[in-house]
Nanobody, 118 residues
Framework: QGQPVESGGGLVQAGGSLRLSCVIR???????????RGWYRQAPGKERELVAT???????VYGDSVKGRFTISRDNTRKTVYLQMNSLKPEDTGVYYC?????????WGQGTQVTVSS
């Protein structure tokens, strides 16, 4: 149904910005647009948590800790999901994973490291 591949992570100072990209490989357009797409993250010693998701209908959900700072978007023609991260904080540090698909039928990317220094 498609394999997510993330890019765009790196090291940034607090207050800075990064944009993550997730291309859904081996997916046709109709499948890409009909599935849930989103970003999750996992900090060392913590469970994976929701960052942002966008449904097939375009409904967006953000985790409480990123509201007002992060923006999820997608480009259907490129079968790509983006995460624009502004006003980054050290607590945003972690591995960011792209999710593609609904509960029970999802695929995950390998993750991209985001490190925010204070």
């Amino acid at each position: 149904q498609g394999q997510p591949v993330e890019s765009g992570g790196g090291l940034v100072q607090a207050g800075g910005s990064l944009r993550l990209s997730c291309v859904i490989r081996r997916s046709i357009l109709s499948v890409f647009t009909s599935r849930l797409r989103g970003w999750y993250r996992q900090a060392p010693g913590k469970e994976r948590e929701l960052v942002a998701t966008i449904s097939s209908g375009g409904d967006i959900v953000y985790g409480d800790s990123v509201k007002g700072r992060f923006t999820i978007s997608r480009d259907n023609t490129r079968k790509t999901v983006y995460l624009q991260m502004n006003s980054l904080k050290p607590e945003d540090t972690g591995v960011y994973y792209c999710r593609f698909g609904d509960d029970g039928n999802e695929a995950w990317g390998q993750g991209t490291q985001v490190t925010v220094s204070s």
